[in-house]
């Protein structure tokens, strides 16, 4: 299975990509010939005047796009090994130590970087900076995958540019971001762009049979309701509790009937995002915690006393904590809001008589009741109300006034 098979829906992009793979393996194979060689010995013509091959590139897409696959497919080509590229053959087979390493992120020349944090900041990036300018261990490229660009604080994007502006021989950034204008216009403006987008609902649900044993009814189902989301459908497709959190979103239009009935259902969107932090906090946290201490030279047991001058690296920890966990509760929050706007836009769809599938099928009965007791212009109303409380919470609005905000908004249409 070559490496571009997981990029779904993005044909176009993985012949850019594949072109540039097969340059980049052409130069390889010309620095070693020439390093090669003794002195005087013809060697082949250096292919770098006709080369796709860049140093930076900057993926961008709507959510669940495949950026970060696309990138990570890329890096892997980068690095392939195959013998069978000596008779012609494209890099990226998927089978090679290269292609294989690569793609589950053990490449010794392949940076994953992702957060879970809410932004990126100066520190992380000089670390990056000193990584990208290390020679290859392997001999082809030093591969930086930044999965989340658009997170870069400004100080971090500041440091970033000098390292793209001026790269390391053989170092290849892949930056991506949900839009361009997320990342900064002097990063930008010194990266090979490519834009992906949303894949075909038909193709999502393809992949979920293909490669995660989904059953394609289910596979289906998961693909439209995500609308091509191809991270969230493979959650909604495996994970129990993400169906059950979906279900109880689409009941929520019902049930604001009144003022009591949008403080109920607000307070319990934000519990249930909580939820999703606590269990993270509980799955990560503690194991983190202890690894620190243990390291620290902490004595034996969860109370035992710390060395002393080490207060600061463990406060450092707990903020790090903190910050997961706030992020980890805005992105469900986040997804519940996403449901809800596909809610509305079935109830949309239904009202103006569009002929298009409905995305949340299962609730045809909710979507129906909503449409009949109201009109297109009271639904867009609705809509622009989510996308409102979006907005605040990416402006640090606190979370339960925003979405009490948004439901007396949903009552009100």
Partial sequence: MAVWDDVVGQGR????????????????SFDSAAAAAPRGTPVPADPTGSSQMTHAWLFTG???????????AFAAALQCVSPDRALGGAPGCGF????????????ADVEIVRTDLLSIGVKETRSLVRRASLSPAGGRWQVIVLEDADRL???????????????????????????????????????????????????????LVRRDGIAPEAADLAARATQGHIGRARRLATDERARARRSAVLKLPLR????????????ELIDAAGEDAKQVAEDVDTKETEELRAALGAAAGTGGRMPRGTAGAMKELQDKQKRRSTRTQR????LALTD????????LAVQVGASVPLANA??????????????????LRRIEAVIACRGALDRNVAPLLAVEAMTAALRAG
């Fill in 256 to 267: 604001i009937d009144d003022i009591g009935g949008c403080l109920k259902a607000s307070q």
């Fill in 340 to 347: 809800l706007t596909g809610f509305y836009r079935d109830v």
């Fill in 96 to 107: 090679c130590d290269g292609c294989h390493t690569s793609l589950v992120g053990t490449h």
């Fill in 13 to 28: 992009l993985t012949e850019q990509l594949a072109a540039a793979a097969r340059d980049a393996d052409a130069l390889v």
């Fill in 362 to 379: 299962e609730a045809r009965d909710s979507i129906q009741r909503i449409a009949t007791a109201s009109t297109p212009e009271r639904t």
């Fill in 62 to 72: 709507p959510p669940g796009s495949g950026r970060s696959t696309a990138a990570r």
């Fill in 153 to 207: 604080t400004e100080g971090a994007g500041n440091v970033l540019l000098k390292a793209v502006e001026e790269p390391a021989p053989r170092t290849v950034w892949l930056l991506c971001a949900p839009s361009i204008e997320d990342v900064l216009p002097t990063i930008r403006s010194r990266c090979r762009h490519l834009t992906l987008r949303t894949p075909p609902i038909s193709a999502v649900a393809d992949v």
């Fill in 331 to 334: 992105d469900s929050l986040d």
